[in-house]
């Protein structure tokens, strides 16, 4: 079991909410579901789903 009291989003530093069945960390201010992924909390804005419908953040493409 993993100490979830300490963790909080990367983003604005709130409280997150366990969601045991999803395996997601979820940010209420941010509107951001971040995976847990082999036990591993995912604390990475790009890895995040939007919970507003909204496709994830990505990265530019480094592509000319």
């Known amino acids: 079991m993993m100490p979830l009291d300490i963790l909080v989003c ?5 409280s997150l909410d366990y969601d045991r ?3 997601t960390l979820t940010c209420k201010a941010d ?8 036990g591993v909390p995912v604390m990475i804005e790009e890895e995040a789903t939007r919970l507003d419908g909204a496709p994830p953040a ?6 000319p």
């Open 10 to 14: 990367p983003l604005c530093k709130g």
């Open 58 to 63: 990505t990265q530019p493409s480094s592509a």
């Open 21 to 23: 069945q999803a395996q």
């Open 31 to 38: 509107h951001l579901a971040f995976p847990i992924r082999d």
